[in-house]
């Protein structure tokens, strides 16, 4: 089990093969790290699906609107929504995304990031400095690369619950 320095800063993702662990940065993005837990907090991510998933790139969840359905077309429209809450403005850094890095996933507008988040599979430092980085997995890598790909995938990985580990 990785060490956790700050529960009230690491998240912990249950997925159907075992649990990945993200340390959150607050001081990197504390608005970023804010929301994700509020959201854990409010089991708002719960049974959640991975979206859009495209193998040597990333694996973007989090679309909470749309994203517990079960049915094709809400899965097509993953991607799509957010919460009920405010979007959050971009806190770009110099933090690369490199694998294992979380970042904010949002529309054209660096401004409108809100619930969905990405998981780089790979180094993608051409998104350095145009997608906040916000927390870096610490354990469970292996989880997450055995995510089931497709934009969106026919039978999707879900995230089961997602917990601050303060809170477990």
Known sequence: MAEIKDPENTIIIELK??????ELLPD???KHSERMKELARAGEYDNVA?????????????????GDMEDGFNLRMAGT?????PNVPA?????PHDRGTLGAARSANPDSANSQFFINFKDNHFLNGQYTVYGRVIEGMEHVDAITRGEPPAQPD???SVKVAADA
């Open 17 to 22: 093969d075992g649990n990945v662990v993200i």
């Open 28 to 30: 990197v993005a504390p």
């Open 50 to 66: 991975f979206h859009r998933v495209i193998d040597g790139f990333m694996a973007q969840t989090g679309d909470v609107q749309h």
């Open 81 to 85: 929504g957010g919460s009920d809450l």
């Open 91 to 95: 806190e770009f850094s110099k933090l």
């Open 158 to 160: 879900r995230m089961i």
